[in-house]
């Protein structure tokens, strides 16, 4: 099945205790993106890559990382998480640039204390 | 920065009836995206409408662009009680209003649909 994984779907960690939330898809896919939502602010772009090792940051990149080493992968890195980045997570893929929709994972609840 | 807006912030309706969503944006883009997303879960892609498309269709769902006015519109119709959900629009964030992988979402619209 085509799909994105999100790993883990829900996290409760405390600050300054790194992390990695993982995301892979089996599609081939080019485009792979990171997205946080929270109330009141929707959903916003922390990274996104366009293909193995080229990422960039979108609206929201303070305090995360990420890699691209390969091109079904695309983890998120939380060096030192704080408790504002307590939000809802979501990777998202796609093949195309312009001319097709992304595929979302189902999303990690990550809190942190 | 909030490139898509939509309006209304939520839409209550009977089973049966239309729903239609609004979005709006700031600069020039080459396509538009919509999205549902059930409570707390993934988002789904709807339909992409591109900037040289007016109007396009899928299944109960018909999406219009006006670039003239930068807005886009969701209309579903005979709506059901399983079309409850929250509707985003999505606008490319790269130079030219392409996405290079840039993508913005509004803040979406929670439908409500009465059975």
């Known amino acids: 099945e085509a799909q994105v994984t999100q790993n883990p779907r829900y996290l409760i960690t405390v600050t300054g205790k790194k992390l990695t939330v993982t995301c892979s898809q089996n599609?081939?896919?080019?485009?792979m993106s990171w997205y946080r939502q929270d109330p009141g602010l929707g959903l916003r772009q922390i990274y996104y890559?366009?293909?193995?090792?080229?990422?960039d940051k979108g609206d929201v990149p303070e305090g995360y990382k990420v890699s691209r080493k390969e091109k079904r992968n695309f983890p998120l890195i939380l060096e030192s998480p704080s408790p504002n980045q307590t939000s809802l997570y979501f990777c998202a893929s796609s093949l195309f640039r312009d001319r097709g929709g992304y595929t979302f994972g189902s999303g990690t609840r990550l809190t942190v204390v | 920065s909030q490139q898509g807006e939509e309006d209304p912030q939520a839409l209550s309706i009977q089973e049966g009836e239309n729903a239609t969503m609004n979005c709006s944006y700031k600069t020039s883009i080459n396509n538009l995206q919509w999205y549902r997303q059930n409570s707390g879960r993934g988002l789904v892609h709807l339909i992409l409408i591109r900037s040289n498309e007016r109007e396009k269709h899928s299944g109960r769902l018909r999406v219009t662009l006006d670039t003239s006015k930068k807005s886009s519109s969701l209309l579903i119709t005979a709506s059901r009680a399983a079309d409850t959900a929250s509707y985003f629009c999505a606008t490319p964030g790269g130079a030219g209003g392409t996405s290079y992988g840039k993508l913005t979402f509004g803040q979406g619209t929670i439908l409500t649909v009465h059975p």
């Open positions: 890559s366009m293909n193995v090792e080229v990422t």
């Open positions: 599609m081939n896919h080019e485009y």
